[in-house]
């Protein structure tokens, strides 16, 4: 494919930036490559200023760069083809789609698979082998069930939603259009509900059920509990990476990013947009405000406000965090001036 070719796919996402090119030098891309690993007939981006210095040493045949002069007259003298843009990562994701696409079989109903009479299966619905859909299953049109799934009864899977192989959802599970659930993952499981007494901890049943909206994604060994009553939600085209705990009750809103080892304790409320990094941590019944941002390992006892960023265990905003790390730094000097201050005063 000519990179003229793709910068026509790309269409107005291209149309709106600048780029270089000419019938002299038009390359032939034939595939998509990181910059570091990039080779003559590949196509690789430039994101910012740590692999800025890549223009120079790179054998990529055209190039996606941020709107930077100085890296364009690089790409120009050196002969690469390049589109400059705002969102670098951005262009390279939608041209990546053009050399690669998930693999989908067919669809089908493989003769193993353990269907209930009274299921309600959706047109051209793949479902693999060894799967099994229970009684009261509604599953959508174009969806995709892969190998050894089981869907307890009266759960609801959305039009062009895919549950790879291995995941589990739980009976009563509500899942929108276009998600994705990745193998391992078990959606709708009981809470973590007891109640202690005289003689131990007392179950409390999870009747509610859990919720996602259209375009959820939830990665490998995610887990995401129904509560006792009412529901567990999660919001529209929320992304929720591998390993990540969400507790019964919690309502996650739209546009959100979960990243590896969160963990979300019951009944937490996620605002629209907010982002936790990875193993950050919430206690229960928390609120995040919208657009808020957990650091790594950040563990969240109190309510967070909107466009808050907090680090730290137990989480304070980020900027003190950075002050406190910086005194921290300095605690074995501070400590040593303590102890000479003592000793002169004993003196006296």
């Known amino acids: 494919m000519k990179f003229s070719d793709i910068l026509a796919k790309l269409g107005d996402a291209a149309a709106s930036n600048s780029f270089n090119f000419d019938k002299d030098n038009n390359p032939e891309i034939a595939g998509i490559a990181a910059i570091n690993e990039a080779t003559s007939g590949t196509l690789s981006y430039i994101e910012g200023p740590k692999f800025a210095t890549m223009v120079s040493k790179t054998t990529a045949s055209a190039l996606i760069l941020p709107q930077s002069e100085v890296l364009q007259a690089q790409a120009q003298e050196r ?3 390049w589109i400059t843009t705002p969102e670098p990562k951005l262009i390279f994701a939608r041209a990546l789609k053009f050399f690669y696409q998930p693999w989908r079989p067919t669809p089908e109903i493989h003769s193993t698979a353990v269907i209930s009479p009274n299921a309600k299966i959706g047109n051209d619905v793949y479902i693999g082998p060894h799967a099994v859909v229970h009684e009261g299953v509604e599953i959508g049109d174009g969806a995709y069930i892969h190998a050894n799934v089981v869907i307890y009864p009266d759960a609801k899977i959305g039009d ?33 509900g007891f109640v202690p007494t005289a003689t131990g901890w007392l179950k409390v049943e999870q009747s509610g059920h859990t ?18 009553v009412g529901e567990t939600r999660v919001g529209r085209y929320t992304i929720i990476d591998n390993l990540v705990q969400i507790g019964h009750g919690c309502q996650i809103g739209a546009g959100c990013a979960l990243a590896g080892q969160a963990g979300i304790a019951g009944g937490v409320t996620l605002g629209n947009r907010v982002i936790l990094a990875g ?10 405000g919208d657009g808020a941002i957990a650091s790594a390992k950040a563990g969240i006892h109190s309510d ?10 137990p989480a304070v905003p980020h900027k003190q965090f950075i002050k406190v790390s910086a005194i921290l730094n300095r605690l074995p000097d501070m400590y040593q001036t303590f102890k000479q201050l003592q000793r002169q005063m004993k003196q006296k």
């Open 79 to 81: 002969g690469i083809a």
């Open 160 to 192: 062009r939603t895919t549950l790879h192989a291995n995941c589990t959802i739980h009976e009563r599970t509500l899942i929108g259009a276009d998600c994705e659930i990745h193998s391992g993952a078990v959606i709708g499981a009981e809470g973590f």
């Open 211 to 228: 919720v996602l909206e259209d375009g959820v994604v939830v990665g490998c060994n995610s887990a995401i509990d129904r509560p006792a």
């Open 279 to 288: 193993q950050s941590g919430i206690a229960n019944q928390v609120k995040i």
């Open 304 to 313: 967070v406000a909107p466009g808050e960023i907090v680090s730290g265990l």
